[in-house]
Each structure stands twice: as C-alpha cells, then as structure tokens.
C-alpha cells in the first residue's frame, strides 16, 4: 500500500515526551515563587506549546511584558530539576525508528527552545531519528504556521503530503492553517472534545494507537 504521507512532523511535549503534567506543575510554581497568581491546572496546560509571550499573556493578562523574564527563569529553575525524571512515552522510540525506516520523513515543531530541544533529543538518544526540527524561538511560535512553511520548504514536501500530530489544539491549528492533514493524540495538554473541533483524521488515546494509527493509513 502507498504512503499516504511523505512526512510526519511531532510535537514534542505532550506528544512524545510525557512532559505536559511536568510544565504545568513548573508553570505553576514558578508563579507561586513571585507571588503571581497561581494559574489552574487547566489554565497551565493550556499554554503548553505556546511562546513566551502568548503564554505569559494567557496565565499573567496583568503582567507587564518586562516581568515575563523573571518567570521564565523560575520556572527553567523548576523544570531542570523535574527534567532529568521526564521520559518518553512508552513505545515513542520503537514508533518513530519503525516510521523513518519504512521511508518516511520525520521532523519535529515544537514550542520548545533550540536549547531545550537539542537537550532533550540527546537525552534520548532520538537525534538521528529527525530530518530537520522548528522550535519555537526560531521564529514563529505556534499557532502560527511559519514553523511548519520552514518544515516543508526544508524537505520539499507539499502540505498535502505531510501530517501533523500534536496533542494541543494549537498543533492543530498550526497545520489547519499551514493547509496539512492532522492527527491529535489524547494523553498530553488538551482534552478530547478540543481536539475535535480541529477536525484530525482520528484521535487516539496513546502511543499505541498512534503507531497503529500510522502504521495502517500514514
């Protein structure tokens, strides 16, 4: 059966990573140690995968812009000590290894930093597995779908020949408005019913399902 797709592009938290409760909880103290309102689990959540500033603005609406730094690094404060215990999602590696060697194209677009991203694929030994990665300050920061032009125009893939999988909506959004099939995973930031008002080709509960997902139809 022919690929349906060329090229697959990740997100990374959330998605691979099993990292969305992490950042939400670092969010979260971060806030706590400046004395910021603490934003709700769901609130926390929500921005992961934005940039700096959409996220900032979300949790913080009443901060100043100029307070955004002070939070920034309280939370890589908390995030480096959480970091060393975040894995990947059972059967990740296994998937994506399966994927590039059965001819796919595999990228990542992320709202992480160059630097956190570069940290995290040699923690998990994962750099090889990528073709090319957008982060966030590159650039263009999610939904926006620059980091996902960049993607294509790198690979010379045509946007009906690739696939976005994420488990925020605004993975979604991104590849709704880059002209790109999507396909949403339930176990990271965003619930279910969200996902489903991006219209994804499916919806899957795990890193089971999606290997089987694309596996039968990718």
Request: proline content about 5%.
């Amino acid at each position: 059966m022919p690929k349906r797709f060329d090229l697959l592009v990740f997100d990374w938290d959330g998605t691979l990573m099993d990292s969305a409760a992490s950042i939400a909880v670092c969010l979260q103290a971060a806030c706590r140690d400046l004395g910021f309102a603490v934003p709700t689990d769901r609130d926390a959540r929500y921005v992961i995968g934005l940039g700096l500033a959409d996220a900032m603005a979300h949790i913080l609406p009443q901060l100043a812009p100029s307070e955004y730094p002070r939070v920034t690094e309280r939370y890589r404060h908390h995030f480096l000590q959480h970091d060393a215990g975040t894995t990947l999602f059972c059967g990740a590696e296994d998937m994506l290894r399966e994927l590039r060697a059965a001819g796919h194209l595999l990228a990542i677009a992320t709202g992480k930093s160059r630097r956190g991203l570069d940290r995290a694929l040699a923690s998990t030994g994962l750099t090889d597995c990528f073709h090319t990665t957008r982060c966030a300050d590159e650039g263009h920061t999610k939904p926006d779908p620059g980091m996902l032009h960049r993607i294509l125009e790198a690979l010379k893939v045509p946007p009906d020949r690739a696939l976005m999988i994420g488990d925020t909506t605004h993975d979604m959004a991104m590849a709704r408005s880059a002209g790109m099939a999507r396909l949403a995973v339930r176990h990271g930031a965003h619930d279910e019913r969200d996902l489903l008002e991006y219209e994804p080709l499916a919806c899957v509960a795990d890193c089971d399902g999606l290997r089987a997902w694309l596996t039968k139809h990718a």
